[in-house]
């Protein structure tokens, strides 16, 4: 399974770019899946619910199946958070593990930069970043920059860098 990351500031657009690249790489018959750091303390559970008394009960995981859907929730109970690596381990296998976050992680990745945040480049500071996405020319950078919108071409890159094989090429017949 490949790994591939897309870091940068809040609201620089990741979410966006991860949701349109999704189905750019399904069409091309790859398989995806993702993994999305969140940055804040968060819940998929809700109070009321069985599986939110097991949680609260003291379990370390529940899991919640149906005929359309599991999900696992597991609890650090104080233990620092996971990195990266511990998460992985528990994915099924893809040709390509897109992460969204993970910015503090050694993996290659895509920046995704717009200048109008007024935040700096991440790039400058870490050296797995190979590549920005970015709304406007960046002539100064070292690195390829690619246009934030060219979601195509954008899958063009993270195939060629990941090196999937028998990957659909934009243009191919």
Known sequence: MKVFGLSGWSGSGKTTLVV??????????????????????????????????????????????????????????????????????????????LVEGFKRHAHTKLEVHRPSNGKPLLCVDDPHIIAVACDVALPDLSLPVLYLNDVPGIADFIIAATELQGAVSRGAA
């Open 20 to 97: 349109k690249l999704i189905p750019e790489l399904l069409s091309r018959g790859i398989s995806v899946s993702t993994v999305k750091h969140a940055h804040h303390e968060f819940d998929i559970d809700k109070p009321g619910k069985d599986s939110y008394e097991h949680r609260q009960s003291g379990a370390t995981e529940v899991m919640i199946s149906s005929a359309r859907r599991w999900a696992l929730m597991h609890e650090h109970h104080g233990n620092p958070e996971p990195d990266l690596d511990d998460i992985v381990v528990h994915m099924m296998p893809v040709d390509l593990l």
